[in-house]
């Protein structure tokens, strides 16, 4: 089972993408991203493995949210919005939930070492690639709680772009919300 898009559509007077995200042993969930009136060509689309995404997250050097990316199922279950997420979802294909908003970021870290005696100093390079949130941390959990292996994520171009080099579901695309007013995505 994969995450897909099932329609295009009309809604409150913006169109609308919705998509079907499959879960372990239960009944799909849907998700949605809306065109905006600004800035369509420039917000990504990317089907992300949850296990890759999740490690990303782990990854964040800044620690932002750590307590949360460093949970499992049980923990993120007594996370206090988690019911909210849940009465999200329950409305279905009606009222979809919006994409989570995800940064992606790659990110060189320099540390330096010191050997005393021979008074020589040598410097360490480690290239971190990372998510961090911007909204949706709480769908997030609820979706890997209930056994989510893909959904989908908004992103600005082009991290876009690297994000799904680093953790898409293999044989996706990156698409824009302006390919969705176009009708470029079905």
């Known amino acids: 089972m994969a995450v897909s898009l099932i329609t295009i559509e009309e809604r409150y007077g913006a169109k609308t993408?919705?998509?079907?995200?499959?879960?372990?042993?239960?009944?799909?969930v849907f998700m949605c991203v809306v065109e905006t009136p600004y800035e369509n060509e420039h917000r990504g689309v990317v089907m992300v493995d949850a296990r890759k995404f999740l490690r990303l997250w782990r990854a964040d050097p800044y620690k932002h949210h750590q307590?949360?990316?460093?949970?499992?199922?049980?923990?993120?279950?007594?996370?206090?919005?988690?019911?909210?997420?849940a009465e999200g979802f329950s409305y279905g294909i009606k009222n979809p939930v919006p994409l989570p908003e995800v940064e992606y970021a790659e990110i060189k870290q320099t540390s330096v070492s010191y050997k005393f005696l021979r008074f020589s100093r040598k410097e360490h390079i480690r290239h971190v690639r990372c998510v961090s949130f911007i909204n949706g941390i709480t769908r997030t959990i609820w979706l890997l709680s209930h056994g989510c292996e893909a959904f989908p994520v908004e992103c600005q171009l082009p991290e876009a772009r690297t994000l799904h080099r680093a953790a898409?579901?293999?044989?996706?695309?990156?698409?824009?919300?302006?390919?969705?007013q176009d009708g470029l995505i079905l």
Do not use: H
Request: charge should be positive.
């Open 67 to 85: 307590e949360i990316a460093k949970g499992n199922p049980q923990t993120w279950r007594q996370d206090r919005k988690f019911t909210a997420a």
């Open 17 to 28: 993408a919705i998509f079907s995200v499959p879960l372990a042993g239960r009944k799909p």
């Open 168 to 180: 898409s579901v293999a044989g996706t695309r990156v698409f824009t919300v302006r390919d969705v």
